[in-house]
Nanobody, 116 residues
Framework: QVQLVESGGGLVQAGGSLRLTCSASGNIYSIGTMGWYRQAPGKPRELVGVINLSLTATYADSVKGRFIISRENVNNTLWLQMSRLHPEDTAVYYC??????????WGQGTQVTVSS
């Protein structure tokens, strides 16, 4: 099993920045892709971006150029640097990890609120 714990959420003004951290523990060996998803009230969960073991990241169009995903492979720590935040970025942000076998893990989520 893998446990994922997010931190760093909070309230920020539009145009501001915030950095989320996801710490992995447990059987973290052979974790492959990690990433971030988010879910706004009344909306389905959506992809923010993912990063592979080669540290190549891909992003949703809505955050491209504003968000940066990075990771440290030894401890499988994941970060999401968010800049130029919009009120539409308000959501619960979830950390995600996936083994090559397909097994997926999710964190409990951290709230990000962007005020206008």
């Amino acid at each position: 099993q893998v446990q994922l714990v997010e931190s760093g959420g909070g309230l920020v003004q539009a145009g501001g920045s915030l950095r989320l951290t996801c710490s992995a523990s447990g059987n973290i060996y052979s974790i492959g892709t990690m990433g971030w998803y988010r879910q706004a009230p009344g909306k389905p969960r959506e992809l923010v971006g993912v990063i592979n073991l080669s540290l190549t990241a891909t992003y949703a169009d809505s955050v491209k150029g504003r968000f940066i995903i990075s990771r440290e492979n030894v401890n499988n720590t994941l970060w999401l640097q968010m800049s130029r935040l919009h009120p539409e970025d308000t959501a619960v942000y979830y950390c995600y990890a996936r083994r090559p076998s397909g097994t997926q893990y999710w964190g409990q989520g951290t709230q990000v609120t962007v005020s206008s």
